[in-house]
Every structure is written in structure tokens, then in C-alpha cells.
């Protein structure tokens, strides 16, 4: 079985110069965990999970803060967040392009739903976007590949 069979070609996506609020109404609307982020002409940019937002409390540089984190020189407390002051134009002032993952794993349409487990499997994601000749093509979780597994076995119709 090819991902093209089990992918959902219906993706909802966001732009890279989307803001904050844009981005949050789709998690909020679709109640996904994760978007791809693409140009134009539907290029992928990168990922955004609904974790990224987390990304405006940090003071520095996210590569910088978990390096820091690794060692005994930073302990941050998880509610330390909770009485951070934000700006009011936060939600305008933050893109997407500001908190989005860039190192994308993707899988081409033509590959197997095999393929993509074992892509999932070794970059330990669950889910991801799906290309045709670089282009955005539709997206594959998990749980798509195990519906489809059901499927061929008769548990579920």
C-alpha cells in the first residue's frame, strides 16, 4: 500500500509570515497538533506544533536555552512561565517563521506506508508531511497507517 491510498490530501496549513494569533485561531479551529508551514507554492518551510508557542517565553535563543537546560548552571521552573509578562502586541508581533521547526522529515507519495513507519520509527515522529516532486501533497500519522493495517486484516471496514 502506497501513502498516496491512506494520506489525508486535505491538509490545513499556515504561512511562514503568519502571526501568533493567525496561527493559534487554526490550532484552535482544526484542533491539531501540528501544521506545516508553507510558501507560495506550497514548498514546505518547516513544521509548527502547538508546543512551538511556547517558544515566546523563552529570554534566548532556543538552541541556546536547551543547551543551558542540560546543564547546573540554568533551572527554570515550568511556572516561572505562568507569571512572565508579555507584550500586548505579542500576538501580532510573533510568525510563525519566529517559532517553527525548519528540519522536516517528509516522505514522498510514492513511497510505501512500510517506508513511512520506518521513517517515523527513526526520527521518532508520528506524523508527517507528504511530497510530490517537493510539493506539498497531503500529510500521514500514524494512526493513518494503522486504520490501514486494520483495513487489510478485516478488524474494521
Do not use: C, Q
Not at 529570554?59 to 512561565?81: G, R, Y
Not at 520506518?118 to 497531503?138: C, F, Q, W
Amino acid at each position: 500500500m502506497l501513502v498516496k491510498d491512506v494520506m489525508s490530501k486535505e491538509v490545513v496549513t499556515v504561512g511562514e509570515n503568519d502571526n501568533l494569533v493567525e496561527l493559534i485561531a487554526k490550532f484552535r479551529k482544526y484542533n491539531f497538533h501540528i501544521l506545516p508551514v508553507i510558501d507560495e507554492n506550497k514548498n514546505i518551510l518547516g513544521i509548527v506544533e502547538y508546543e512551538d508557542i511556547m517558544k515566546v517565553f523563552l529570554p534566548h535563543n532556543p538552541l541556546l536555552e536547551k543547551l543551558l537546560k542540560s546543564t547546573h548552571l540554568h533551572n527554570v521552573e515550568e511556572e516561572d512561565i505562568l507569571e512572565a509578562e508579555l507584550p500586548e502586541d505579542l500576538g501580532t508581533s510573533v510568525n510563525v517563521s519566529d517559532i517553527m521547526n525548519t528540519h522536516v522529515i517528509t516522505i514522498g507519495d510514492d513511497k510505501t506506508i512500510s517506508d513511512a513507519r520506518k521513517l517515523m520509527k527513526l526520527h521518532d515522529v508520528e506524523r508527517m508531511p507528504v511530497t510530490n516532486d517537493g510539493i506539498l501533497a497531503g500529510f500521514i500519522t500514524l494512526f493513518d497507517i494503522i486504520i490501514e493495517l486494520f483495513k487489510e486484516r478485516n478488524i474494521i471496514k
